[in-house]
């Protein structure tokens, strides 16, 4: 075993070691020392199996035939049209010479087949129940479907999770592990690992009661789940749990840190990322927002939502904890992805996550310990002061309090955060993080709700608007190690899409009225524009890169304008009403005029 | 009566006893949700006098707005501008505009997604709250809608806005008695 580990990195420093080779390292400028976790990042394989790449969730794809010189060159190959008109916010995935992907509701998974440009081979229609559009938190999306074991796993808006054969489109098992009456519904991308399937709950508008679920990869059947509030023994808080701060130690904290019985819906949904470290066995992702927004009705720290947990893969018993955001008041869910880096921090190499939370800051979390390293702004704040690291609290400041009885101005980030649920990507290139992110401020007023259940839990209303400087999106490359940008683009329209990075220096992502833009990766580029496209629809989906049969490199990317920010398209709403899909409209009046809503797979590479 | 004709009698009985012997109900009554008689109730009220009751005072069209925050309303479909669910506030109506639909909404729920509140709500709440989703789309009378908006984000009051044409999903408007 130690033998073959030893092959391995010794093949992977190989793999740097060609990468370097290439003319264009050079030009990359002296690197920070941070490079993805090594068993959670196998070498390139020119494939992309799961949405984020590999376990360390890096979305970079080490292929180097794209490139700074020659991007500006790139042209379709293909294009598909998915059969829907709503959000898109999957990755394709590609195994070999076939691509997966799939749809907003009704959650069609297509296999086209590469080395017939793209000819469809079969498609899967799950028929989700029509009832859970109607409890699906802004837009119907889907975050991806992901590949193991000769089997493609997804979820469907129902709460559903299905295996199927990923050569025939046959049904393996179905597994219902969500109830729409409730208003669960599942919207993330399943994580594989371990043979484990882990999926998580969306609901966190109404009153749902956030957990995540591991199947068996084999037989769908139930190996455990984690609620994300109430006793410990429903957390699955056993003699492993060893958390950082002394404030998540204590029996039951599930349940105290709530008024009674809050926690019965209280939120903390599972729906965004999972990471997984395989040497220390541990998978790492966020909780959402607790419910209701309405912060006056839960008083306490509403344990264990908005913020992070680490737990066993095998077993679910959490390890640690971290709340980034104790007693959220702002809708500052936590459930945005976690990068998996080893690299040095005060001048010692240590394993960490990188967090790009929802509330502006960029967390440099000890991913064995839970300890906090750095947290900084990589957005504007004004809703906290900062964090304080000896107790990993955030300094509140009290006039952006919400209050019942008054609106409360100029909060900073808006409750889409400084980022959303799209996911950067990390080169080991560059050693820089490209954070596709929003600046988006809000004015919000509370009153009380009552819990109906099936219904919205909310007793807040929100108007959101574009933060300092006018503009509503940014993309920022992110230095880990010194801490600070390295350089950032304005973008007009708040940024929904993921990142890509490339071995190339090129990354790409995409705009909501449909730019795909390729930028220069490397720290003193000041991210020059290199190429850019205009697709049939907003871009709001993850864009990804692999080699096809033919040994070529190919970037593909879905355009399909919706999502929270979207919905105002893909719906459509009536932009006159400032509080429409909860106050977000305000922001995106006009989006109408800019993008159309579609639903379009684009694959794009170099000519012959 | 003679005991002919008495026995011509017994005779009548019997052969009409046979007769009713043949009359079998192969079907069965049709289940009251989805039965003509069900639609016949429906159709009965499309001219129910309380349309214009509660859709023409203002105190049931402020109570029909307590009622649309209380109920969690907003939370899909904001003021009128939507979110999880569709707009209230323009002029298509998926499920058709008129008061009895809206009616018919409220208590039995839709299929792409709108909840049943028939067991939360009294009748005369969902006909309360029916008048105030017209009055989004400044369906009332003019002199009976709210001259200012309730809600913090400060929409435009509904009297300054004008009356939408009732349209069905696909923009045409529909036959038969509106107002």
């Given at each position: 075993m130690k033998g073959w580990l030893r092959v391995r990195l010794k093949l992977l420093s190989g793999a740097v070691l060609l990468l370097s080779a290439t003319p264009f390292a050079g030009l990359a400028a002296q690197q920070n020392g941070a490079r993805p976790a090594a068993s959670a990042s196998p070498?390139?394989?020119?494939?992309?199996?799961?949405?984020?790449?590999?376990?360390?969730?890096?979305?970079?794809?080490?292929?180097?035939?794209?490139?700074?010189?020659?991007?500006?060159?790139?042209?379709?190959?293909?294009t598909f049209r998915v059969g829907t008109a709503k959000g898109l916010e999957a990755a394709p995935i590609v195994v070999g010479s076939t691509m997966y992907i799939i749809?907003?509701?009704?959650?069609?998974?297509?296999?086209?087949?590469?080395?017939?440009?793209?000819?469809?081979?079969?498609?899967?229609?799950?028929?989700?129940?029509?009832?859970?559009?109607?409890?699906?938190?802004?837009?119907?999306?889907?975050?991806?479907?992901?590949?193991?074991?000769?089997?493609?796993?997804?979820?469907?808006?129902?709460?559903?999770?299905?295996?199927?054969?990923?050569?025939?489109?046959?049904?393996?098992?179905?597994?219902?592990?969500?109830?729409?009456?409730?208003?669960?519904?599942?919207?993330?991308?399943?994580?594989?690992?371990?043979?484990?399937?882990?999926?998580?709950?969306?609901?966190?508008?109404?009153?749902?009661?956030?957990?995540?679920?591991?199947?068996?990869?084999?037989?769908?059947?139930?190996?455990?789940?984690?609620?994300?509030?109430?006793?410990?023994?429903?957390?699955?808080?056993?003699?492993?749990?060893?958390?950082?701060?002394?404030?998540?130690?204590?029996?039951d904290l599930g349940v105290k840190s709530w008024?009674?019985?809050?926690?019965?819906?209280?939120?903390?949904?599972t729906w965004g990322w999972i990471s997984y470290d395989p040497k220390l066995k541990l998978i790492y992702y966020g909780t959402g927002n607790p419910g209701p927004w309405n912060p006056e009705q839960r008083p306490g720290d509403d344990k264990w939502t908005a913020g992070v947990f680490a737990r066993d893969v095998t077993t679910g018993q959490a390890r640690w904890y971290y709340q980034s955001t104790p007693h959220d008041e702002f809708d500052h869910d936590d459930i945005n992805e976690q990068i998996l880096l080893d690299m040095p921090v005060n001048g010692r190499m240590r394993a960490v996550m990188v967090r790009p939370g929802r509330n502006g800051f960029m967390y440099v979390i000890d991913r064995a310990s839970g300890q906090v390293l750095s947290a900084d702004p990589y957005g504007f704040i004004n809703s906290v002061r900062g964090v304080d690291l000896k107790t990993g609290m955030p300094i509140p400041v009290p006039e952006k309090k919400p209050k019942s009885g008054r609106i409360t101005r100029n909060i900073c980030p808006a409750a889409p955060g400084a980022k959303d649920w799209n996911p950067s990507a990390f080169s080991p290139h560059t050693g820089?993080?490209?954070?596709?992110?929003?600046?988006?401020?809000?004015?919000?007023?509370?009153m009380e709700t009552s819990y109906i259940s099936g219904t919205p839990y909310l007793g807040a209303e929100v108007k959101m608007y574009a933060g300092p400087g006018g503009n509503r999106g940014v993309f920022t490359a992110w230095d880990?190690?010194?801490?600070?940008?390295?350089?950032?683009?304005?973008?007009?329209?708040?940024?929904?899409?993921?990142?890509?990075?490339?071995?190339?220096?090129?990354?790409?992502?995409?705009?909501?009225?449909?730019?795909?833009?390729?930028?220069?990766?490397?720290?003193?580029?000041?991210?020059?524009?290199?190429?850019?496209?205009?697709?049939?629809?907003?871009?709001?989906?993850?864009?990804?890169?692999y080699r096809g049969p033919d040994g070529r490199q190919y970037v593909a990317v879905m355009s399909g304008v919706g999502g929270w920010s979207g919905a105002i398209v893909s719906a459509p709403l009536d932009a006159r009403d400032p509080s429409s899909a909860l106050g977000f409209v305000n922001a995106m009046r006009d989006l109408p005029a800019r993008t159309k809503a579609g639903g379009r797979l684009y694959v794009f590479a170099l000519p012959r | 009566m003679?005991?002919?004709?008495?026995?011509?009698?017994?005779?009548?009985?019997?052969?009409?006893?046979g007769c009713?012997?043949?009359?079998?109900?192969?079907?069965?009554?049709?289940?009251?949700?989805?039965?003509?008689?069900?639609?016949?109730?429906?159709?009965?009220?499309?001219?129910?006098?309380?349309?214009?009751?509660?859709?023409?005072?203002?105190?049931?069209?402020?109570?029909?707005?307590?009622?649309?925050?209380?109920?969690?309303?907003?939370?899909?479909?904001?003021?009128?501008?939507?979110?999880?669910?569709?707009?209230?506030?323009?002029?298509?109506?998926?499920?058709?505009?008129?008061?009895?639909?809206?009616?018919?909404?409220?208590?039995?729920?839709?299929?792409?997604?709108?909840?049943?509140?028939?067991?939360?709500?009294?009748e005369q709440q969902a006909w309360q709250l029916a008048a105030y989703v017209r009055s989004l789309s400044a369906q009332p009378r003019q002199d009976v809608l709210s001259g200012r908006a309730d809600e913090m984000s400060n929409t435009e009051p509904q009297t300054l806005d004008e009356r939408k044409p009732v349209k069905d999903a696909a923009g045409s408007e529909p036959k038969g008695p509106v107002k």
């Open positions: 070498a390139e394989d020119g494939q992309w199996t799961m949405p984020a790449k590999n376990y360390a969730s890096t979305r970079y794809s080490g292929l180097n035939q794209i490139n700074i010189s020659n991007v500006a060159r790139l042209k379709p190959v293909f749809t907003p509701y009704p959650n069609y998974v297509w296999a086209l087949d590469l080395a017939k440009g793209g000819k469809p081979k079969w498609v899967f229609r799950p028929h989700p129940k029509p009832a859970s559009q109607g409890v699906a938190c802004c837009d119907v999306v889907n975050r991806g479907v992901t590949y193991s074991n000769g089997r493609i796993f997804f979820a469907t808006l129902d709460g559903s999770v299905f295996a199927i054969d990923a050569n025939s489109g046959r049904q393996i098992w179905r597994a219902q592990v969500g109830n729409i009456n409730k208003g669960e519904t599942v919207t993330m991308a399943p994580l594989v690992a371990e043979n484990r399937v882990l999926v998580g709950n969306s609901g966190g508008e109404f009153g749902v009661r956030g957990w995540l679920t591991a199947l068996d990869a084999g037989s769908g059947k139930l190996a455990w789940r984690a609620y994300s509030t109430g006793p410990d023994k429903d957390v699955l808080i056993g003699p492993s749990f060893k958390p950082f701060y002394a404030k998540d130690r204590g029996k008024q009674p019985d809050g926690w019965k819906i209280g939120g903390g949904t820089l993080l490209y954070v596709p992110h929003i600046n988006l401020c809000m004015d919000m007023g509370v880990p190690v010194r801490r600070k940008k390295a350089w950032e683009l304005k973008e007009d329209l708040p940024l929904w899409s993921g990142a890509l990075a490339t071995g190339g220096d090129v990354v790409f992502y995409g705009t909501m009225d449909g730019w795909f833009k390729a930028v220069d990766a490397r720290p003193g580029s000041n991210g020059r524009l290199l190429w850019q496209t205009k697709l049939d629809s907003g871009i709001i989906s993850q864009p990804v890169s | 003679s005991s002919r004709s008495r026995a011509s009698l017994a005779l009548l009985v019997l052969v009409l006893a009713d012997r043949e009359e079998r109900n192969a079907r069965g009554a049709p289940l009251p949700e989805t039965g003509p008689a069900q639609q016949a109730a429906l159709a009965a009220t499309h001219s129910d006098p309380r349309a214009k009751q509660y859709e023409n005072v203002s105190f049931q069209i402020s109570q029909g707005q307590r009622l649309y925050s209380w109920m969690n309303c907003v939370g899909c479909h904001a003021h009128g501008g939507g979110g999880m669910g569709p707009p209230l506030m323009d002029e298509k109506w998926r499920y058709g505009g008129r008061m009895e639909d809206i009616v018919a909404t409220i208590q039995k729920g839709r299929p792409n997604g709108m909840p049943a509140f028939e067991h939360k709500l009294t």
